[in-house]
């Protein structure tokens, strides 16, 4: 009688050698082009970026009336104004925007009609119940990073900045072969002696769950000769093998046998129960797994291996939802009438989980591509306030929030090309950015919300960058500034500067569209704006903020504005002509218990690589020594 003697490696050692063996034998995926339209549940094998603004018009928000803001100045509960038909045009939710009107008043808020004539009793601001293009994507955006699974919400995301194809690997086929004497085909009756062979109808199911595709193929009495030309086919058809039942000691149990004469058997045998008989090899470049018999054992090799297996081909983890605690890091007001969920960015600092609110627009599609987490706010209560401590339920598995570097601060598209960077190199690292402004990197840095502050604030006095902020706002120390890139600032315009914009003053009597308070370029630009004597109060459009380079430049694309201060490469993206003011330095606030991190490193590493050197030239406006 003959007997295979098995080992007893255990689980993580098995796990380790044998898929390191598999990723040096070449296993690895292909990728196609898709439809947006039917891209849910895959795998982006490339970054996708927006070719479109989402809005790409000008839309009203609100059923009602667009009209020229300045015609209601004036209006209030003992004034009230009356507009006839040539100043005001009815509008539904969704409608284009007018030419030459810039807000709409919601029909709740006219008085009354009468003779094609309304009454109104309060004013609106420009562009109030106005999307405004780019108010969700702005052109050149990233929309999604390399090797990010696609939800609904992203083809979503997709289609609405343009981007009818994108590409994805190709889903790893799986070939599953029963095996056995005494198994039998599920569709007929099976006689004493006979089991039915359900095993690969589980597995499967499970591979799909995952994101594979299976072919079954016909049961394979327990004949070696038989077995090993089941095995070759189903090599040269499939990029994974499966042989169900045959991993054992018995007399008829040949999978090792097979897997050694065709390839390399790795293992046979693992310290786990039950699952202890599998079999880990491989044949060139195709990984082959030798499944227990009883279905129980089976199903513990494929959660323990081959799911991972699949992970590996996508160079993604296989991800399970679950709820953990978290302290709030922004304050969070909710209406008393709904129940409402709040998508959240999570990372982990000082270890505790840290959950940040995203953008909760009904028209911003993009909260749930960013999200890793929803909150939930009870009806009748008014909003969770900073530091409190709450449930989130993680839409990703628990390991990558604890992976996840928080940053915060100044926007630059070149945070979104580093991300994309470390998840080519380690799809471990996930990095979560907000747009706060440079003052609210220092603000976020200080009260141990973020591990990175992206700043780049002028000294007036100096005229030096960041280091005056670092000394004033942390005067005991703490923190470490890290260089990142010198990059021009200036005044972005329409092709060709029909107004003749040539210097930061010209700005005086256009639509200017500016940063938010306590962003870098709004403190440049309020230093401007005195270092050449000119008042705010003639500047229209100075209260109009954007959060993002890319949406300033939008605006004056569409025609909202004529000029606003902003970087070269945001003006590159839109084909807008660019008037350079100043360089400036764009650099990271660290805090220095992070500075050793794996994940700052990790960063940092990146910052100074050769690819992203190569990005940022390709962006344009962006300096950074080798």
């Given at each position: 009688m003959k007997h295979n003697y098995l080992s007893n490696t255990p689980l993580e050692d098995a796990k380790a050698n044998y898929f390191d063996f598999v990723k040096k034998s070449g296993f690895k995926f292909q990728t196609e082009k898709i439809n947006s339209q039917k891209s849910n549940g895959r795998i982006l094998a490339a970054p996708v970026y927006a070719k479109l603004c989402s809005p790409h018009?000008?839309?009203?928000?609100?059923?009602?009336v667009a009209v020229w803001a300045e015609d209601t100045y004036g209006a209030s509960e003992i004034?009230?104004?009356?507009?006839?038909?040539?100043h005001y045009t009815e509008v539904d939710t969704g409608d284009a925007l007018p030419e030459n009107t810039d807000a709409v008043i919601m029909v709740e808020d006219i008085l009354s009609e009468n003779n094609g004539e309304i009454t109104i009793n309060a004013p609106v601001h420009p562009w109030q119940n106005v999307r405004q293009v780019g108010e969700d994507l702005c052109m050149g955006d990233m929309i999604a990073s390399s090797y990010t699974k696609i939800t609904?919400?992203?083809?979503?995301a997709f289609l609405a900045g343009g981007v009818k194809q994108v590409e994805v690997i190709k889903k790893p086929v799986f070939g599953i072969i029963p095996t056995g004497d005494e198994i039998?085909?599920?569709?007929k009756d099976p006689e004493k002696g006979e089991i039915l062979e359900f095993n690969s109808s589980v597995f499967s199911a499970m591979l799909s769950e995952w994101g594979a595709d299976s072919i079954v193929y016909d049961i394979v009495p327990d004949k070696k000769e038989l077995l090993t030309e089941a095995v070759k086919k189903a090599k040269s058809e499939c990029d994974c093998v499966l042989l169900l039942a045959g991993s054992s000691a018995g007399r008829d149990d040949y999978t090792s046998e097979i897997v050694s004469s065709l390839g390399t058997l790795c293992v046979h045998g693992i310290a786990v129960k039950p699952g202890k008989p599998a079999i880990l090899g491989?044949?060139?470049e195709t990984p082959v797994i030798g499944l227990p018999g009883y279905p129980v054992s089976a199903i513990v090799i494929m959660n323990e291996i081959v799911k991972e297996l699949v992970g590996i081909y996508y160079n993604v983890k296989i991800e399970e939802e679950k709820t953990i605690k978290a302290v709030l890091g922004k304050r969070v007001v909710s209406s008393l009438k709904y129940r409402e969920y709040i998508r959240v960015t999570l990372g982990k600092i000082d270890g505790k989980y840290i959950a940040v609110p995203l953008p909760r627009g009904a028209g911003i599609i993009t909260s749930?591509?960013?999200?890793?987490g929803v909150i939930e706010i009870p009806q009748n209560c008014e909003g969770i306030e900073q530091g409190d401590v709450i449930e989130v339920k993680i839409l990703t598995d628990e390991k990558n929030i604890e992976n996840a570097l928080i940053i915060t601060g100044s926007h630059d598209p070149i945070i979104d090309e580093i991300a994309d960077i470390l998840k080519k190199k380690d799809n471990n690292i996930l990095v979560t950015s907000s747009h706060v402004g440079s003052m609210g990197a220092i603000d976020a840095i200080k009260s141990g919300r973020a591990h990175l502050g992206?700043?780049?604030l002028l000294d007036e006095k100096t005229g030096e960058y960041n280091q005056s902020y670092i000394d004033k706002y942390f005067p005991n120390g703490g923190v470490v500034l890290k260089k990142g890139v010198k990059r021009i600032q200036g005044l972005m315009v329409a092709k060709g500067n029909p107004l003749n914009i040539n210097k930061f003053e010209d700005i005086v009597g256009h639509r200017y569209v500016s940063r938010q308070r306590g962003s870098g370029t709004r403190i440049l630009c309020d230093y401007l704006i005195k270092k050449y004597n000119m008042n705010i109060d003639d500047i229209n459009g100075y209260d109009n903020e954007e959060f993002t380079h890319t949406a300033v430049a939008a605006n004056i694309k569409a025609g909202n504005a004529d000029v606003g201060l902003g970087i070269y490469s945001a003006a590159k993206m839109y084909d807008l002509d660019f008037i350079p003011i100043c360089d400036e330095e764009y650099d990271f606030l660290i805090d220095e218990k992070y500075i050793d991190s794996p994940l700052t490193k990790a960063f940092l590493s990146a910052l100074d690589s050769d690819e992203?050197?190569?990005?940022i030239e390709l962006l344009g406006g962006y300096s950074k020594e080798k």
């Open positions: 018009y000008n839309a009203s928000a609100m059923d009602g004034n009230h104004i009356t507009l006839d038909k040539e609904p919400y992203f083809c979503g039998i085909a599920p569709d491989a044949i060139d749930f591509t960013k999200a890793l992206a700043i780049h992203f050197i190569e990005r």
